[in-house]
């Protein structure tokens, strides 16, 4: 313990020591022995040159403290346990010829080290933030959570997703309060002008949401809002020269950039990746159409079969018509009943002309409301020569409150008739041959069920059978099912397949229920 004068420097957390002019130690205080490691009765009497090894000091702080008494500045010096340490050190001189130098040091050694890393990570981050290929914002956010702080208060929003839904005008002011502070190189590639930098970004947000992207940005802001650490979506941007293009949106919440009011945000381009699935959707629809042309080439003698019969029934209808008008007097009635059933055989031949012409047709699909129960009547009528010549006996189990998706009607008619047809074809040598259709819907989604009496799929099949060109069939293509399932996932959808208990195979269609589709009951 010191006494006196040394007593009271203990108290003081930071290194105290006197010295005089030529260095020699006078005082040196509690903090001092723990920061060095050297006890107060060994420091005092010896020079701070020796002890510390660094001499008198840098030549700028002897030269501060000769000319205005005082210095302060960051100095290494070995620690207590012999390693480098770094210091901050306030010098004062006292008044008067034998004046003391009084010292005062901190150990800022970890501060010094956190700081460092903070700096590097900082680095990496801008680093990160520049090189990323991905569009990266940072945001001042401040302005639109002060406009949230003051609708809160004012307890007129209990609901911010419907809040901003009534009031559009609203979410165009946040977007214009929200101010760019920096944006990355590509950034500047993706949404500035050619050639131009990244200071025409460096501005309001608002430009570069178009109108119908409103809705995404305000659920962003509902999602901050209501403590979500995240948010994306998929939407629409405009560049700064009004280009709209897709674009995934991303923005995290972190509390601590929260409460400074400033916002990072990415934007990933989706343009080619558009592109890409577009051409892809492109492609499959041809190989659909090629599927189906092909599959009228085959069902053609069918088809031709199922036309030729009203078109005979009209021929014999007008032979019969004939000999009723030339009786005396003729049988108008009969003329009268005969006409009506032309009508109708020609309206029958009409039908099937058109369900040919529409599964030949090659137009880019138009997704809407398809009530299923008709689909799968309408393949019925499709296969009908083919069911009756194969003595395949039909079982059709249609959901009482008629389901309804959202699809391409032609594209899933051409779904079931696959499906039908490889379940026809699959009892080929089946003796009692049974093709059940059924139709049913289970949780948001309608199942459309196409079962047969067959072999049934083998096990070691089953993972391949929609992988495209994988046939079982001397003269199959190994087409039908990868198309088929191509087609339901366009809409949302899926296909299933597997083996029914009692045997032969089923295929399930699964699809989202349209919108607004009529689901009265949930029974098959
Ligand atoms: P393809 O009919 O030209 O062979 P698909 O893609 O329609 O092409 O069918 C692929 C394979 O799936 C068939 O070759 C067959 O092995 C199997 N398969 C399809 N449907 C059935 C079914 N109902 N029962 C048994 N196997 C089936």
Known sequence: M????????????????????????????????????LPRARAIGRFAADLFGTGAGPEEALAALESTGAWEGALPRPGADGRDRIVHVRWRRGE????AIVETGRDITAER????????????????????????????????????????????????PGHFAANPALVREMMRATRVIDVNEQTVATFGRAGGGKEELL?????????????????????????????????RLRTIDGREFPALFTACFPADTMNKGTLLVGVIDLSELVAAQQALARMQDEMAHAARVSMLGELAASIAHEINQPLGAIAAHAAAGQRWLDRDPPELDEVRALMASVGADACRAA???????????????EPGPVPVNAVIADAVTFLNHE???????????????????????????????????????????????????ETGTRGGRVLLGIADTGPGVAA??????????????????????????????????????????????????????????????TKV
């Not at 309001?204 to 509902?222: R, T």
């Not at 389901?403 to 779904?415: E, G, I, K, N, S």
């Open 2 to 37: 010191t006494g006196g004068l040394g007593g009271f420097l203990d108290l003081i957390p930071e290194s105290v020591l006197l010295r005089r002019t030529d260095g020699l130690i006078l005082e040196w205080n509690a903090a001092a022995e723990t920061l060095y490691g």
């Open 96 to 99: 008067g010829p034998e004046a």
């Open 113 to 160: 080290a956190a700081a460092e890393a903070l700096r590097k990570s900082e680095h990496r981050y801008r680093n990160l933030f520049q090189a990323m290929a991905a569009s990266f914002w940072e945001l001042d956010f401040f302005p639109v959570g002060e406009m949230l702080y003051r609708l809160r208060k004012s307890g007129a929003v209990a609901d911010w």
């Open 203 to 235: 501005r309001s947000v608002e430009p570069f949401w178009p109108e119908a992207s409103s809705g995404v940005f305000a659920a962003s802001v509902a999602a901050a809002v209501g403590g979500a650490p995240n948010f994306s979506a998929e939407t």
């Open 351 to 365: 039908d099937i002309v058109g369900r040919v012409r529409a599964m030949a047709s090659g137009h880019a699909p």
């Open 387 to 437: 069911i009756r010549r194969s003595g395949t006996r039909v079982e059709t189990r249609l959901c009482r409150s008629d389901p309804v998706v959202l699809a391409d009607r032609v594209q899933l008619q051409q779904v079931v008739v696959n499906l039908a047809m490889n379940a026809l074809q699959a009892m080929a040598d089946t003796p009692a041959p049974l093709l059940s259709l």
């Open 460 to 521: 070691e099949v089953l993972p391949r059978l929609f992988d495209s060109f994988f046939t079982t069939r001397a003269t199959g293509m190994g087409m039908g099912l990868a198309i088929a399932r191509g087609i339901a996932g366009r809409f949302g959808g899926e296909i299933r397949a597997g083996n029914r208990p009692g045997g032969g195979a089923l295929f399930e269609v699964d699809l989202p229920v349209c919108p607004g589709g009529i689901l009265a009951h």
